[in-house]
């Protein structure tokens, strides 16, 4: 039987004292977990490479009304150097982070491994994997031990799949990185990651009951970023059953 997550009935913490960088925000996945920490009340910063992306994005969350704590900076951030100097743009111009959440990159599929291209493999593999890279290494050491670094990733990290080649070892290797930085930073700062099945958008015109939904993948990094003990941790949701018990595990839903 499919699991029921009623999001009204959610317990979102308090994060008023917050203030987050959502990299990757405007995309589908990020949707949700921009959505999702507005209701706790942080300060929320969503670095975008094109202002008409930006606008699109302030369309879509029409209905949540203007927020004096939505706050968009517009740059390029998918390399050593871009990302460096959009960090240090966004402390100067706003204040200390307390958390980061790296929502990047997208899926592809559709060749066997002999048969991708060097542009597929520059694309997907070597420009994603850099992107995140270059987001941790700006941030991670700016960061707080009360706050949190938080990468969203897909369950291709862990379980192949095939004509998927190149996603398979991105996310594998981000899901290292994760590991790698967790025991590199030690106490000094939390480093979590969720690990997802697939996820339901407004993008998404169709989809599976049981897959989640982006704004309970928010409520789990909220959650998070909530519980001072969360630290070397991964969140796997593959279906909802999986999402529901991380939300109760993490205190953001009732049991």
Do not use: C
């Not at 969360?230 to 009732?254: H, N, R």
């Amino acid at each position: 039987m499919t699991a029921t997550i009623d999001l009204a009935k959610a317990r979102y913490p308090d994060l008023s004292d917050r203030r987050v960088v959502i990299a990757g925000g405007t995309g589908d996945v990020g949707e949700g977990i921009v959505r999702t920490w507005l209701k706790t009340g942080a300060h929320v910063i969503v670095p975008s490479r094109t202002e008409g992306r930006v606008k699109r994005f302030r369309e879509v969350l029409t209905e949540a009304g203007e927020s004096e704590k939505l706050s968009f900076v517009t740059g390029d951030y998918t390399g050593f150097d871009s990302a460096q100097a959009m960090a240090e743009r966004i402390t100067a111009e706003f204040g200390p982070v307390t958390d980061v959440i790296a929502s990047i990159g997208g899926w592809w599929q559709g060749k066997s491994l002999w048969e991708i291209s060097e542009s597929d493999w520059q694309r997907y593999f070597v420009d994603m994997s850099t992107a995140h890279v270059a987001t941790a290494r700006a941030w991670i050491r700016r960061l707080p031990q009360t706050g949190s670094y938080q990468l969203v990733l897909g369950g291709s990290a862990v379980a192949p799949v095939p004509g998927a080649s190149i996603i398979n070892m991105q996310q594998a290797a981000l899901f290292m990185m994760r590991q790698v930085l967790s025991a590199e930073v030690g106490k000094a700062q939390r480093v979590a990651a969720q690990v997802l099945g697939p996820v339901i958008t407004r993008a998404r015109l169709r989809y599976n009951d049981d897959w989640v939904s982006n704004e309970e993948v928010g409520l789990v990094s909220a959650g998070i970023a909530a519980s001072p003990a969360v630290s070397d941790a991964d969140y796997f949701a593959y279906d909802k059953t999986e999402m529901l018990e991380g939300l109760q595990k993490l205190g953001v839903y009732p049991k």
